[in-house]
């Protein structure tokens, strides 16, 4: 087992596997964030692609698939093995991923004037077709065999459709041997999250550690939104929420569903502008059984699809609402204001101090979202610097990841008998932070790999 990525990471995850002269990979992600971390993404693979013979995917996060077409775009012809959500996820993520990586291109080449060694996109339409012939969507719990491996996928509550996936294979002696892969762990509070189990018994471990040492604020969104929301309606201004397109944009709306049946804020007009957002939350409701709602809150579905919820489909549509005015609200992604419509909305609005900005999540380093959060007087949208003047707020409290304590919860249920937990998916600090408490409480051995260490188990 060789951890190809997200070691001392969070993105770019990928751990090989080897058995048998059977190569397969676990996850095959992007690397996302700063130039000198998303530059990795044009390294080649250590492996020739087509001595791969699979890909077992945990979930349809950019930075678990989103290499996935290149890939297949370098010889791969294996199987990708992923949950049926999460092989509709693919179809929406993927292509935007190539639409990206287009821009970004662009981008590149106009700042180096060609005299960089990138000669075209990573990946471009046709890659990601050929991409998802490639997927095999399987039920949880289903068995596959995939050569000497067979594997079984457990909900891991993190997105829609997001797997843990435990890997049994035989050594040659006869003994079999279990490596159970966490995947990305969602939170205990599970409003509107897919629904969690607890990990399989197996013999090795490999446990995300994003939020190793820290534990999510125990604010409520609910207060922070109804601020806002009175702010705006006094003014007379628009409420603008960038959001994550998978998982974050559905649960907003169903914090504003919530609120509005409760009477604690009023019917304002609520847009969805986002044709990503839009396509996934038709999926939430499809596959509704896989998500925690309680069934007295299946009104929500009826509320998406009611008057009160303006989907904004067409560019043109969305080029009225720009000029739309307040009281309002607009949800609309990407959730750190990297691109997407969101940015027309902000370049319109941002300068007038009616109107609230409200973040819904972590805000990367180098990105729009950040600056604006930080209290930057001024901003660059779209190649034009304006002045910030609209309010601004967050909700930090509604991550899809577990945090500290979680993750500790989570590791109780490790087979005792376990021969050593690997954390991967998390920076140093979290890494070792989560080791100790985890040494200490349970007394598992716990490993902490570096970029391109092989284990022999
Ligand atoms: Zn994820």
């Known amino acids: ?38 530059d990795r993404n044009y390294l080649p693979f ?30 791969f012809r294996g ?3 992923c949950t049926k959500p999460t092989a509709d996820l693919l179809e929406i993520v993927l292509p935007d991923a190539a639409g990206i990586l287009k821009e970004d291109f662009k981008d590149l080449s106009k700042k180096f004037k060609r005299k960089h060694s990138i000669e075209s996109p990573l990946y471009d339409t046709l890659d990601v077709e050929q991409t998802l012939k490639q997927v095999i969507p399987i039920a949880f719990g289903e068995e596959v065999t995939c050569g000497p491996f067979k594997t079984e996928y457990f909900r891991a509550g993190h997105i829609l459709g997001a797997a843990g996936i435990l890997v049994t294979t035989e050594k040659k002696n006869g003994e079999s041997i279990q490596i159970y892969f966490s995947g990305d762990v969602g939170p205990s509070h599970p409003i509107l999250h897919p629904k969690k189990e607890n990990p399989p018994k197996a013999d090795y471990y490999v446990l995300e550690s994003t939020y190793g040492d820290r534990n999510h604020t125990k604010e409520n969104p609910e207060e922070i939104i109804v601020e806002a929301v009175s702010r705006i309606l006094h003014r007379k201004g628009m409420l603008i929420i960038p959001a994550f397109s998978i998982g974050r944009t559905q649960l907003i709306l169903y914090l504003l569903y ?20 839009l396509r996934v939350t038709e999926l939430y409701e499809m596959y509704k059984s896989e998500v925690n709602i309680p069934s007295k809150d299946f009104g929500f579905f009826a509320f998406l699809n009611s008057r009160r919820v303006t ?32 940015l027309f909305h902000l370049r319109s609005r ?26 930057h007087a001024r901003v660059s949208i779209l190649g034009r610097e304006y002045v910030v003047r609209a309010s601004v707020a967050a909700i930090q409290s509604l991550s899809a990841h577990a945090d500290f304590h979680d993750l500790l919860g989570y590791a109780g249920h490790f087979n005792y008998q376990l021969k050593k937990v690997f954390l991967n998916h998390g920076l140093d600090g979290p890494r070792q932070h989560l080791a100790k408490a985890i040494h200490e409480k349970y007394h598992f051995p716990v490993e902490i790999p570096s970029y391109l260490d092989t284990y022999y188990l």
């Open 1 to 38: 087992m060789q951890f190809a990525g997200a070691a001392g990471q969070v993105t770019g995850s990928r751990t090989v596997l080897e058995h048998a002269s059977t190569r397969a990979y676990v996850d095959c992600g992007m690397y996302q964030g700063p130039r000198y971390i998303s």
């Open 46 to 75: 250590a492996e020739r692609a087509d001595t791969i013979q699979a890909v077992f995917l945990t979930h349809a996060h950019v930075d678990h698939c989103g290499l996935l077409p290149l890939l297949v775009k370098r010889g």
């Open 79 to 81: 199987k990708i093995f």
């Open 258 to 277: 919530k609120m509005q049946e409760k009477k604690m804020i009023p019917e304002l007009p609520i847009y969805l502008d986002s044709p990503m957002a």
């Open 311 to 342: 989907k904004v489909y067409h560019a043109e549509e969305s080029k009225r609402l720009v000029e739309t005015p307040g009281p309002g609200i607009i949800v609309s992604a990407s959730g750190m204001c990297s691109g997407g419509r969101i």
């Open 350 to 375: 941002i300068e007038d101090p009616r109107n609230m900005i409200l973040f819904t999540g972590y805000q990367a380093e180098e990105t729009l979202g950040r600056d604006i959060l930080e209290g």
